[in-house]
C-alpha cells in the first residue's frame, strides 16, 4: 500500500502531442494513482479516450509549443512536489513515493529520483535492460552552485523527469517562455537541469523508478534528430538562441544566488565547456565506432541486425538475462506490473 499522506504532496504533469494511443496507455496505468495528475495535450484533436477523475485534469491547447503548455499550468501546481511524465514513460508510483521520502528528509536537495530500465517490443514480446546504467549512483552534491552546475555535466545525467521541488519547474517553465524561443528542444532541457542544481542537489537513489519505451521514436524527428549542445555551438543557426540562453542563465544564478555579474557569467561558462568537453568526447568515440562497422561486411551486420530482431533472440535474452531489474526482488514485480499495459496495448500503438 501506498502512503497516501505523502502522494498527496506531488502533482504529475504528462505532456502529449499527436500520441494519444501513447496517452491512453499511461492513462490507463495511472486510473488509481493517490495523486493529482494534469494533462497537457497540444495536439489538434482533442484525446476523445479521456474519463474525467478527480485525480485528473486534461488541458487541451492545440498547437501550442512545449514551454509554453506547462508555463501556463504553473498556476495550478499547489503541492511542494511536481514531476513530469513523459506520455511513452512509467513513472513507478513507488519510486514516485520513495523520491518524496528522500527529499522531506534532505531539505538541501532539489530533486530526486531512481534508476530506470530502458524495454523494446520484438515479436510481440517484451525485453527490457538498464537504463543510464552509468549515472545509478549520481549524486550532485556539493553546497557550492558552481562545483553542482560542473558536477551535472560529468557525465551529464538527463534528470528532467525526475521529482523536483515544485518550485524549480514554476521559476523555470516561465522563466523560458517570456525570455527563450527554443528550436532545440535539448537546451530547453539543459536549461531546466540547470535551474534546477541552482536551487538545490540531486540524488539518483537505488530503486527502480520508471520504464522507458526505446523504439517508438523516429531517430530524426524529436529530440533525438535535434544537435547536442557542443553543435549548437558550432552552428551559426543557432546563434542568437545559444546568445539568449547564455544571458537568461547568467542573470538567473545572479538574482536567485546574489553572484556578481562575473561570477555568474564564469559559473555558467564553466559548466556549459563541461558539458561540451564530455559531449565531444562521447561524440568523438561514436565516430571511432562508425569507422570500425565500415569494415565489417554487410552481410554480417544483416544477419546480426536480423537477428537481434528475431524472436529466437527475444527468447534467449529472457533465458539468459539476470541483470537488473530481474535480479531484484523488489523492482521485479513493479516491471512485471509495467510489462502488462506495454502487452495491453501493443497491438494498439503503431510504431515506426
Request: with cysteine; hydrophobic share 35%.
Amino acid at each position: 500500500m501506498h502512503n497516501k499522506k505523502i502522494l498527496d504532496k506531488v502533482t504529475m504533469i504528462i505532456p502529449t502531442h499527436e500520441r494519444h494511443p501513447f496517452l491512453k496507455r499511461v492513462l490507463d496505468y495511472y486510473s488509481d494513482a493517490p495523486f493529482k495528475i494534469i494533462i497537457c495535450d497540444s495536439s489538434k484533436l482533442p484525446f476523445l479516450d479521456f474519463s474525467q477523475s478527480e485525480n485528473m485534469e486534461y488541458i487541451h491547447t492545440p498547437e501550442v509549443g512545449f514551454v509554453s503548455k506547462i508555463s501556463a499550468i504553473t498556476g495550478k501546481l499547489v503541492t511542494p512536489y511536481s514531476l513530469m511524465c513523459a506520455d511513452d514513460d512509467f513513472i513507478s508510483i513507488s519510486g514516485i513515493e520513495k523520491s518524496i521520502y528522500f527529499l522531506e528528509k534532505n531539505n538541501d536537495y532539489s530533486s530526486a529520483g531512481g534508476r530506470y530500465v530502458d524495454f523494446n517490443i520484438i515479436c510481440n514480446e517484451v525485453y527490457c535492460v538498464e537504463g543510464y546504467s552509468y549515472a545509478q549512483y549520481c549524486d550532485i552534491s556539493s553546497d557550492d552552485v558552481s562545483e553542482r552546475l560542473k558536477q551535472v555535466f560529468n557525465p551529464y545525467f538527463p534528470f528532467f523527469y525526475s521529482v523536483h521541488k515544485t518550485a524549480t519547474i514554476k521559476k523555470s517553465f516561465p522563466l523560458f517562455d517570456n525570455t527563450m524561443r527554443y528550436k532545440n528542444l535539448r537546451l530547453m532541457e539543459i536549461s531546466f537541469i540547470m535551474v534546477s542544481v541552482i536551487e538545490g542537489k540531486h540524488k539518483t537513489l537505488p530503486f527502480f523508478y520508471a520504464a522507458r519505451e526505446n523504439d517508438n521514436c523516429d531517430e530524426n524527428e524529436g529530440t533525438r534528430a535535434m544537435p547536442h549542445l557542443h553543435e549548437v555551438w558550432e552552428e551559426n543557426s543557432y546563434f542568437e538562441e545559444k546568445k539568449t540562453f547564455l544571458i537568461m542563465m547568467i542573470n538567473h544564478i545572479m538574482n536567485e544566488m546574489n553572484m556578481s555579474k562575473n561570477e555568474a557569467k564564469q559559473a555558467i561558462e564553466n559548466s556549459v565547456n563541461t558539458y561540451i568537453t564530455n559531449s565531444l568526447k562521447g561524440h568523438n568515440n561514436n565516430k571511432i565506432v562508425s569507422k570500425i562497422k565500415k569494415y565489417i561486411p554487410n552481410f554480417v551486420r544483416t544477419l546480426l541486425k536480423v537477428y537481434r530482431s528475431s524472436c529466437f533472440s527475444v527468447k534467449l535474452f529472457k533465458k539468459l538475462h539476470t541483470k537488473y531489474p530481474f535480479n531484484n526482488e523488489v523492482s521485479l514485480p513493479i516491471w512485471l506490473e509495467i510489462e502488462k499495459y506495454i502487452v495491453k496495448y501493443n497491438e494498439e500503438i503503431k510504431r515506426k
